[in-house]
Structures are given as C-alpha cells and as structure tokens.
Nanobody, 122 residues
Framework: QVQLVESGGGLVQAGGSLRLSCAASGSIVTINTMGWYRQAPGKQRDLVATIASGGSTDYADSVKGRFTISRDNAKNTVHLQMNSLKPEDAAVYHC????????????????WGQGTQVTVSS
C-alpha cells in the first residue's frame, strides 16, 4: 500500500504565495509521474501540473508562469510553488502519484492524497 501526505495549504491574499508538498511512502518500487490536481466546489477535478520521473513538466494554461512543480526522487516528494495567487485558484488541491509497487507482477498503480484546502481572498 502507498500513503500520500499533503501539507502547505491555507489562506492567502490575492497576489500571495503558498507551497504545497506531498510525501509518498509505502510499498514503492519506483514512482513515475507525480502531479497536482484541484477541485473547486461544484466543479470537476482538473489538472494543475505534473512532473515525470525524468523531470519533464506539464502545466494547465491557467497556472503557467505562476506555479512551479518540482520533485525530490530520493525522498519521494513533490512540491507545488504557487505564486501570484488569484481568487480563482481557490480549491482543494490533491496530490497524485503513479507508482510501481511491491506486489505480484509489480503492477503500476495510481494514488490520490486526501487533499489540502487553498483559499485566496480578494
């Protein structure tokens, strides 16, 4: 089993910054893609940013130039630095990890964190 622990959410004024972190632990052989998604009330869960094991990144158009995703492969952690936050960035942010796990056949599995709330006041 794999556990994801998120931290770093909170309340910030528009224009401010927050840094989210997610640490993965458990029966992990290796982690492929790590990422962040967000879900605002009444809306679907949307991609924010992903980072592959080799470091290539992908961002939603709405956050390009403001958010930066990074990872520490040695610590199985992923971070999301969020700058110039806007009220429309407010949502529950979920960590997502695709990992190869220690089970018969070494399957590839996807895991989600419980979510961390980001609130941006105008």
């Amino acid at each position: 089993q794999v556990q994801l622990v998120e931290s770093g959410g909170g309340l910030v004024q528009a224009g401010g910054s927050l840094r989210l972190s997610c640490a993965a632990s458990g029966s992990i052989v290796t982690i492929n893609t790590m990422g962040w998604y967000r879900q605002a009330p009444g809306k679907q869960r949307d991609l924010v940013a992903t980072i592959a094991s080799g470091g290539s990144t992908d961002y939603a158009d709405s956050v390009k130039g403001r958010f930066t995703i990074s990872r520490d492969n040695a610590k199985n952690t992923v971070h999301l630095q969020m700058n110039s936050l806007k009220p429309e960035d407010a949502a529950v942010y979920h960590c997502n990890v695709e990992a190869i796990v220690y089970r018969a056949g070494f399957p590839r599995r996807t895991y989600w964190g419980q979510g961390t709330q980001v609130t941006v006041s105008s």
